[in-house]
């Protein structure tokens, strides 16, 4: 069982950066895609960022594109987010999932690995 440990989330005032980390364990990391997503309090999960698992392909939802990358190092079993401009919008539990089957896209599946989720706050 892959397990994921997100990193990085904290209160951060709105026009700020952070830059989450997900560690994960297991041989299989470098195998599939890799992917971030968020829940805002009252709301459901959403997709934000994935990266297929060489790195070449990412993608992510309309409301980051141009403020959040998506990374990954296969050597150290890691998966990074980074964000910028942070606005009001973006304040969520932030989870770490890895695809279950693809190694190119992430679906969100609840049979996908899930990290524990690091909490992100943007204040005024």
């Known amino acids: 069982q892959v397990q994921l440990v997100e990193s990085g989330g904290g209160l951060v005032q709105a026009g700020g950066s952070l830059r989450l980390s997900c560690a994960a364990s297991?041989?299989?990391?470098?195998?599939?895609?890799m992917g971030w997503f968020r829940q805002a309090s009252g709301k459901e999960r959403e997709f934000v960022a994935g990266?297929?698992?060489?790195?070449?392909?990412?993608y992510y939802a309309d409301s980051v594109k141009g403020r959040f990358t998506i990374s990954r190092d296969n050597a150290k079993n890691r998966v990074y987010l980074q964000i910028n401009s942070l606005n009001h919008e973006d304040t969520a539990v932030y989870y770490c999932n890895q695809d279950s089957q693809s190694g190119t896209v992430v679906r969100g599946s609840e049979n996908d690995n899930w990290g524990q989720g690091t909490k992100v706050t943007v204040s005024s």
């Open positions: 297991g041989p299989t990391f470098s195998s599939y895609a």
């Open positions: 990266i297929s698992w060489s790195g070449d392909y990412t």
